[in-house]
């Protein structure tokens, strides 16, 4: 993730002698410019944010008490996460764990950039760490791949060929970053993203021009330091590209949507003294991106009046792991936690995405019935007189319910009832409106009715 940031921070770092100029303008992109629409540069201002955070904080008090019950145990996984095996990150496997534990995620899946510097799956994260389920495996030619055996090495000619081997090994295959490839259609995936912290970001195009502003940065440490998560969620948005194209595929097979997480914390800016008294800008993975004379720019001559080399005095942390792990992930619906148990629930669908920070989901049911008969989320159901398709959620919101890509019912509460008439594939969207905004909080995987 993040990488588009990566590419915007080097702009900043060219413009740098011009940040210092439009500090001392006094100039602040974040209070200025008009606000069309709720975008990052609008939830940033700090009246909202704490608007926001009051509502999160508030909302706990009306958790609801579920009494459907799956039969399964809610898993918060997190898919699609890179440690400093990819070129992109410097993350020890114990920064991540803390990050895990802050979070409350219980399985990892790693998405390493495949290298010949390792081998994501002989040497990648493995088995139960500090009471997390790591799992191993690539971001890879548009894909996310968990082989169960080494394919490291091997070759395929095509995306088709090469989800065919990953499938072959017995493992999981889900189309990722499907912004890019919106008209690839593969046979054999056990599912795609439907939601990309990355992707997500990369449309905040008035967010990114803001990062020019050293304004900008200083007031967003400043609000990290208040309201990590509220800051870290400004930038996101109902993906609503990437579920259109969802409702789409799975029309044509069963598909398990996920969360991609793509964390990687890469999105760190430090302003560290160096020898001699100079200072300089570096990145997360500790490039210099500008080197700066304290003697031209008075802020950065009183920043670091006194410090030593090796003093940071300036940093700007937007992506630690337990923030990016808390903004989203993939509830498994578990028999118990481990391999096996993951396999099981992401090969039938069991699954929903939840953006946690908002409230949490733990509890939520998605399910078909007919007299006491159920079926769970991810499920073949075979239309018959009476079905109906039913959900409880701990918190109460508009539940949309989607059928083949429209919206085929509505209703605000914590419970949701649907009289099936029709086959098609049926999945549910539970919002909250907090702080006058209405926020896509859960992402189920559908029901498939079909028709007898
Ligand atoms: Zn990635």
Known sequence: MWQYLSTSSSLVCNRISAWVLLLTLLCSVINNEPRARADAVDRLRPEKLQALHEAIESLKAQRHEVSLNSGFEDVRTVIHAHSGFSHDSRATIDEILVGAKEAGVRVIMFSEHPSNKYNYFVDGHRGTKQGVLLIPGAETGGFLAYPRTDIQSRKTDSPQAFADLVRSTGGLVFLSHLEERMDWEIANLTGTEIYNTHADVKNETRFMKSLYSPLTMISLANSIKQYPQEVFGALGDYPADYLQRYDQLCQKARLTGVAANDSHHNQVFRIKVVAGGAVQLEDALGEVIAKLDPEKFLPIKLLS????????????????????????????????????????????????????????????????????????????????????????????????????????????GTEFSYAVHAPGVYRLEVWLTLAGEERPWILSNPIYVRAK
Do not use: M
């Not at 629930?345 to 733990?362: E, H, I, K, N, Q």
């Not at 083949?404 to 019912?409: A, I, N, P, T």
């Open 305 to 412: 009046a006194g410090k030593k080399p090796g003093d940071v005095i300036f940093e700007l942390d937007l992506d630690p792991y337990g923030r990016s792990f808390r903004h989203v992930s993939t509830h498994l619906l578990l028999t118990e936690v481990n391999e096996q148990a993951v396999w099981n629930a992401l090969s039938t669908g069991r699954a929903y995405v939840a953006f946690d920070w908002l409230a949490d989901p733990t509890g939520f049911v998605y399910q078909a019935e007919l007299g006491k008969q159920t079926w769970q989320v991810g499920s073949e159901v075979p239309l018959q007189t009476g079905l109906q398709l039913h959900a409880q959620s701990p918190y109460a919101g508009p539940f949309r319910l989607i059928r083949d890509g429209k919206e085929v019912g509505c209703a605000q």
